[in-house]
């Protein structure tokens, strides 16, 4: 029997998980991010949980056909990541230290797109090898997978989608510096936004209060048929709708995938984002599946154990 390991590496736990060749899962498990002295604990305290479940569980360990691993940043395609926003890490040789670390292959990828194949795998992206997905969060996260491998790009930076720019005319910044990304709009903070303008500008009546909003606050309104969240929704799903609509035009998806915090809203929220994206949309991508995420946090474990296994 082979197995693999699968770790997605956050900035306050590390989840980690073994799998077999098939995707059963064996166990799963997090360990703490130690991100003091610049992250250096991060992969050693991974290797020794490995070692440790692999006393734990019986498995040798020429039966490990390797280690997938997930970090929040862009990865270059061997396994080099040259500075982290949340780990400490600087220029760090991932791959080869942990290979050298724990004895076993490694393959290293950005935590977005090792989600987005996870979900492609076992999640709402079945039975597919081409998908977009997208996660909505306090920020705007995405992944392409493309016959079934990760579109990683150049620089480690494939499938950025929330720095689209979607509005020329933004005044305010978007946290990568620039304006009018879509992540300004189509995440949590970028939803909360868009409603604190609309009840700036507006006089309806409404159920939303511009204090302690959130993204939840909006589409429970708009569930309960509140016609200033209803608008807000709609505003949403365009930017994110026709920002999806471009993408398509350019990698051709048979699904495109929605997770993240935001995504809990369920199928109300797939519902405005669809209709603004057959708007736009080029004919010949216009059946495309939308698909909620199933994977939830396990999403980046599954995905990583998926770069080794295909």
């Not at 992250?39 to 056909?65: C, F, Q, R, T």
């Not at 494939?158 to 720095?163: D, N």
């Not at 609309?198 to 939303?208: F, H, R, S, Y």
């Not at 708009?222 to 609509?245: N, P």
């Amino acid at each position: 029997m082979n197995y693999c390991f699968g770790v997605d590496i956050g900035g306050t736990t590390v989840k980690m998980g073994i799998f077999k060749f098939d995707g059963e899962t064996v166990d799963k498990w997090e360990i703490k991010t130690r991100t003091e002295n610049k992250g250096s604990a991060i992969l050693p305290d991974v290797a020794y949980s490995v070692a440790e479940k692999l006393k734990e569980h019986a498995i040798p360990k020429e039966a490990v056909l390797g280690i997938g691993v997930g970090v929040p940043a862009p990865v270059s395609e061997d396994g080099i990541v040259n500075g982290t926003a949340n780990l400490g890490w600087e220029y760090k040789e991932v791959k080869h230290e942990l290979e050298e670390l724990t004895g076993i292959k490694v393959k290293v990828g950005n935590d977005a797109n090792v989600a987005a194949l996870g979900e492609m795998w076992k999640g709402g992206g079945l039975g597919q090898k081409n998908i977009v997905m997208v996660t909505l969060g306090t920020g705007v996260g995405g992944g392409i997978i493309i016959d079934g491998q990760i579109l990683t790009g150049a620089n480690g930076a494939g499938g950025e989608i929330g720095h689209i720019c979607v509005n020329y005319e933004e005044t305010d910044q978007c946290g990568c510096g620039n304006r009018g990304c879509l992540e300004q709009y189509a995440s949590a903070t970028g939803i909360v936004r868009l409603a604190k303008k609309k009840l700036e500008a507006g006089t309806a009546d409404t159920v939303l209060n511009a204090e302690n909003l959130t993204a939840k606050d909006v589409f429970d309104a708009v569930k309960a048929g509140d016609q200033v969240a209803m608008e807000i929704a709609e505003e949403f799903g365009r930017y994110l709708g026709y920002a999806l609509a471009n993408i398509a035009a350019l990698v051709d998806p048979a699904a495109i995938v929605i997770g993240g915090g935001v995504s809990k809203a369920g199928e109300i929220l797939l519902d405005y984002v669809e209709k603004a994206y057959k708007e736009r949309v080029f004919f010949a991508n216009k059946k495309v599946r939308f698909a909620l995420a199933q994977l939830g946090n396990d999403a980046g474990i599954f995905g990583a154990a998926k770069m080794v296994l295909k």
